[in-house]
């Protein structure tokens, strides 16, 4: 979540005496960089890249591994660190110089990390996945036992929630849409970046060089785009990029409408004067969440011919995630400070290659740009470059998009016909070596001809799927596609779409209940009629309708037994049928046996409610549960039916039908593929 792993925080929130050492540690450290930005001490004229690859660990069943620890253990910590989650990991690669072949260096170094990676997962029978939201996380895999046990995370979660003083707010609307309440910051984990890192050359044009990066965001995003699901909905093309503002924010609306930016944000205006301007806004905007124990006073520091590391300063800076950051650091070679920008916004993934490919492009536009447009502010008022931004998210290579002095453009066109040959000059410009150069911006040029981003190969492939498996085992085979894809070493343009057997895997015992489980389901209230769970059964073919109350909380099961039994006790009692409905269609094999409708109003005096036949004493799952676990439960208890609850709610339904794939792949186990006949023997003795 922030760049501060290298310095001690404090273990609590900050509050009296501690929050004040702070504060004053983080305005020293302000006035250190100014003293240092009029000295003229940053090192000036040179060009570096890095790169920071989040990503997620998988088991067997291609659901998240908390497994973040056991890896760091064989991995060792140089180039590698935990995020939030234990089913995240991050790897650094080294500062490289941008010109000749600085970014195919950074891509083979990654390569070689991610294969380190790779290695350390199959000896604990995980699998690394680089994708920007995992398409088999659920609600369930969010809960804090599976934060990483570190202080400043913990803290983090407490004092954000203590801020806000409400669960978290999730709503997002794309082809589908997802609402839900959490109660920590542990939504963030779905999100995996790749992030890429430019040293600003120029110093006293910080500001500039930033509005650049954040002009250019959009387009570069638009190409970039590979989140395009979250908990199985198809929302945006970028999803992450809606999802991570709402996961961490503490706004909570009141009864007058005040301005106050989300810690997560595009920003609200073009910079102007120096990057020290961006520090003292957040300083003034975002409080301090935690601290960092005390060290060298900065302004000491410099008096002795030091240069300061700005603790303080990062560490706050560290809270704060801005699409585009200003970072401070010092670098290694020549001892000096540098300025540079990191741009937060790309997810991870679908492949490396794809990654730096994007990463190029930004480079490219960037360096070319910073030295063709002259104001950015002049051109191009703030508020649009927001909406680009946004638009790039929601639609992709499809959004609208407006330019420099009001050009409206279409995004795919516009990168092809202008943008690419800009971002070539530009590199160019970087001494970038031409043979990488064509390289890379061949591949953002192929895939957006093809228009082939990560996202539409995600959507297309689960609507190539739609119908066949269960939403689980749809979403288990598009991480399968992922991973045997990203193995192949073909970039996305190349790849094929997913198909359902890719998710089939010989670990049946580490397979969830949620990869099964039905989430479309249709409920009932206590005091609804039976008439209308009887109905329900008609239309839809049902043999289980859950009853539950108004806040979605299992309250018992109709059964169609129980409806049957019902009504025959009316028929017992001289009830009639009602005469003026036709009869129902008879069932289909393997559905629910034909409910008798119910009688009419005018023949009972008094409808029944549905909380006089339900079931009350209940067995139930987890979505986490395993699926040879919930095969036993009903086996054990002979019910056909599980409902599937979390947090008391219900989430989902399991039937035996949907468990008819496992019980035929354990057939196999034991006796052996058998094939089926190519004709019915009766068919053929009737020749």
Same mark, same amino acid.
């Given at each position: 979540?922030?760049?501060?792993?290298?310095?001690?925080?404090?273990?609590?929130?900050?509050?009296?005496?501690?929050?004040?050492?702070?504060?004053?540690?983080?305005?020293?450290?302000?006035?250190?960089?100014?003293?240092?930005?009029?000295?003229?001490?940053?090192?000036?004229?040179?060009?570096?890249?890095? =790169?920071?690859?989040?990503?997620?660990?998988?088991?067997?069943?291609?659901?998240?591994?908390?497994?973040?620890?056991?890896?760091?253990?064989?991995?060792?910590?140089?180039?590698?660190?935990?995020?939030?989650?234990?089913?995240?990991?991050?790897?650094?690669?080294?500062?490289?110089?941008?010109?000749?072949?600085?970014?195919?260096?950074?891509?083979?170094?990654?390569?070689? %990390?991610? =294969? $380190?990676?790779?290695?350390?997962?199959?000896?604990?029978?995980?699998?690394?996945?680089? @994708?920007?939201?995992?398409?088999?996380?659920?609600?369930?895999?969010?809960?804090?036992?599976?934060?990483?046990?570190?202080?400043?995370?913990?803290?983090?979660?407490?004092?954000?929630?203590?801020?806000?003083?409400?669960?978290?707010?999730?709503?997002?609307?794309? !082809?589908?849409?997802? @609402?839900?309440?959490?109660?920590?910051?542990?939504?963030?984990?779905?999100?995996?970046?790749?992030?890429?890192?430019?040293?600003?050359?120029?110093?006293?044009?910080?500001?500039?060089?930033?509005?650049?990066?954040?002009?250019?965001? =959009?387009?570069? %995003?638009?190409?970039?785009?590979?989140?395009? @699901?979250?908990?199985?909905?198809?929302?945006?093309?970028?999803?992450?990029?809606?999802?991570?503002?709402?996961?961490?924010?503490?706004?909570?609306?009141?009864?007058?409408?005040?301005?106050?930016?989300?810690?997560?944000?595009?920003?609200?205006?073009? #910079?102007?004067?120096?990057?020290?301007?961006?520090?003292?806004?957040?300083?003034?905007?975002?409080?301090?969440?935690?601290?960092?124990?005390?060290?060298?006073?900065?302004?000491?520091?410099?008096?002795?011919?030091?240069?300061?590391? %700005?603790?303080?300063?990062?560490?706050?800076?560290?809270?704060?995630?801005?699409?585009?950051?200003?970072?401070?650091?010092?670098?290694?070679?020549?001892?000096?400070?540098?300025?540079?920008?990191?741009?937060?916004? %790309?997810?991870?993934?679908?492949?490396?290659?794809?990654?730096?490919?994007?990463?190029?492009?930004?480079?490219?536009?960037?360096?070319?740009?910073?030295?063709?447009?002259?104001?950015?502010?002049?051109?191009?008022?703030?508020?649009?470059? #927001?909406?680009?931004?946004?638009?790039?998210?929601?639609?992709?290579?499809?959004?609208?998009?407006?330019?420099?002095?009001?050009?409206?453009?279409?995004?795919?066109?516009?990168?092809?016909?202008?943008?690419?040959?800009?971002?070539?000059?530009?590199? #160019?410009?970087?001494?970038?070596?031409?043979?990488?150069? $064509?390289?890379?911006?061949?591949?953002?040029?192929?895939?957006?001809?093809?228009?082939?981003?990560?996202?539409?190969?995600?959507?297309?492939?689960?609507?190539?799927?739609?119908?066949?498996?269960?939403?689980?085992?749809?979403?288990?085979?598009?991480?399968?596609?992922?991973?045997?894809?990203?193995?192949?070493?073909?970039?996305?343009?190349?790849?094929?779409?997913?198909?359902?057997?890719?998710?089939?895997?010989?670990?049946?015992?580490?397979?969830?209940?949620?990869?099964?489980?039905?989430?479309?389901?249709?409920?009932?209230?206590?005091?609804?009629?039976?008439?209308?769970?009887?109905?329900?059964?008609?239309?839809?073919?049902?043999?289980?309708?859950?009853?539950?109350?108004?806040?979605?909380?299992?309250?018992?099961?109709?059964?169609?037994?129980?409806?049957?039994?019902?009504?025959?006790?009316?028929?017992?009692?001289?009830?009639?049928?009602?005469?003026?409905?036709?009869?129902?269609?008879?069932?289909?094999?393997?559905?629910?046996?034909?409910?008798?409708?119910?009688?009419?109003?005018?023949?009972?005096?008094?409808? @029944?409610?549905?909380?006089?036949?339900?079931?009350?004493?209940?067995?139930?799952?987890?979505?986490?549960?395993?699926?040879?676990?919930?095969?036993?439960?009903?086996?054990?208890?002979?019910?056909?039916?599980?409902?599937?609850?979390?947090?008391?709610?219900?989430?989902?339904?399991?039937?035996?039908?949907?468990?008819?794939?496992?019980?035929?792949?354990?057939?196999?186990? $034991?006796?052996?593929?058998?094939?089926?006949? !190519?004709?019915?023997?009766?068919?053929?003795?009737?020749?």
């Amino acid at each position: 979540m922030s760049d501060t792993r290298s310095h001690k925080t404090l273990s609590g929130g900050l509050a009296g005496d501690e929050r004040r050492r702070y504060m004053r540690a983080l305005l020293t450290d302000l006035r250190a960089l100014e003293k240092m930005l009029a000295d003229d001490v940053f090192e000036r004229g040179i060009l570096r890249i890095g =790169a920071e690859q989040e990503m997620f660990l998988v088991d067997g069943a291609y659901q998240p591994a908390p497994a973040a620890l056991p890896m760091l253990e064989r991995l060792g910590t140089t180039h590698f660190t935990t995020e939030l989650a234990q089913f995240n990991l991050e790897v650094n690669a080294d500062p490289q110089p941008l010109a000749g072949h600085g970014i195919a260096q950074l891509e083979a170094q990654l390569e070689a %990390l991610y =294969a $380190k990676v790779q290695e350390a997962a199959e000896s604990l029978g995980v699998e690394p996945v680089l @994708t920007g939201i995992l398409p088999t996380i659920t609600k369930g895999d969010l809960k804090l036992e599976n934060m990483v046990p570190n202080p400043r995370y913990q803290t983090l979660n407490r004092v954000l929630g203590e801020l806000r003083g409400e669960p978290y707010d999730v709503s997002i609307r794309g !082809l589908d849409e997802v @609402t839900l309440k959490h109660d920590s910051i542990m939504v963030e984990s779905c999100n995996a970046s790749f992030q890429m890192h430019i040293q600003v050359p120029e110093p006293d044009r910080f500001a500039h060089w930033y509005n650049v990066a954040q002009l250019v965001s =959009a387009p570069v %995003l638009a190409v970039s785009t590979n989140s395009p @699901t979250l908990l199985g909905k198809r929302l945006w093309a970028e999803t992450r990029i809606a999802l991570f503002p709402q996961s961490c924010d503490i706004r909570v609306a009141g009864k007058h409408p005040r301005e106050r930016p989300s810690r997560v944000s595009f920003g609200s205006r073009w #910079a102007a004067g120096s990057v020290l301007d961006l520090f003292k806004e957040n300083i003034a905007r975002f409080r301090a969440l935690v601290g960092v124990e005390e060290g060298e006073n900065a302004l000491f520091a410099l008096s002795r011919g030091r240069i300061p590391e %700005l603790k303080a300063l990062r560490l706050h800076n560290g809270t704060i995630y801005p699409w585009n950051r200003a970072c401070y650091g010092i670098s290694p070679d020549s001892g000096k400070p540098h300025l540079r920008i990191e741009l937060r916004a %790309l997810p991870a993934g679908p492949t490396i290659p794809d990654e730096i490919a994007g990463g190029a492009f930004w480079l490219g536009l960037m360096l070319e740009l910073v030295h063709t447009v002259g104001n950015v502010a002049s051109r191009l008022e703030f508020e649009r470059a #927001a909406a680009n931004f946004d638009a790039a998210a929601r639609d992709g290579l499809g959004a609208r998009m407006t330019w420099l002095d009001g050009e409206e453009v279409l995004a795919q066109p516009f990168v092809l016909d202008k943008l690419l040959p800009l971002a070539e000059a530009g590199l #160019a410009r970087g001494g970038v070596d031409p043979a990488d150069a $064509k390289r890379y911006l061949g591949i953002i040029d192929t895939r957006v001809r093809s228009m082939r981003t990560g996202s539409r190969w995600i959507v297309h492939s689960l609507g190539e799927m739609r119908d066949r498996g269960s939403p689980g085992e749809r979403l288990s085979a598009l991480v399968a596609a992922m991973i045997a894809r990203q193995k192949s070493g073909r970039v996305v343009a190349d790849w094929e779409r997913a198909r359902l057997d890719e998710g089939s895997t010989k670990k049946i015992t580490s397979r969830k209940v949620s990869q099964y489980m039905t989430t479309d389901f249709l409920t009932v209230e206590p005091d609804d009629p039976v008439e209308l769970v009887a109905e329900l059964m008609t239309w839809e073919r049902l043999r289980y309708v859950p009853v539950e109350d108004a806040s979605g909380r299992l309250m018992g099961l109709v059964t169609t037994r129980a409806v049957l039994r019902h009504f025959a006790e009316l028929a017992k009692h001289g009830i009639p049928r009602a005469s003026s409905r036709s009869e129902p269609p008879p069932a289909a094999a393997g559905s629910s046996p034909a409910i008798p409708r119910a009688p009419s109003t005018s023949s009972v005096l008094g409808s @029944t409610p549905v909380s006089e036949i339900m079931r009350r004493e209940l067995v139930t799952v987890t979505p986490e549960h395993s699926t040879l676990d919930a095969i036993a439960l009903m086996r054990r208890h002979r019910i056909g039916c599980l409902p599937v609850l979390a947090d008391g709610a219900i989430v989902g339904m399991i039937t035996e039908e949907d468990f008819m794939g496992i019980a035929a792949e354990l057939l196999e186990e $034991k006796m052996g593929v058998v094939d089926a006949p !190519l004709e019915h023997p009766r068919a053929r003795r009737g020749r």
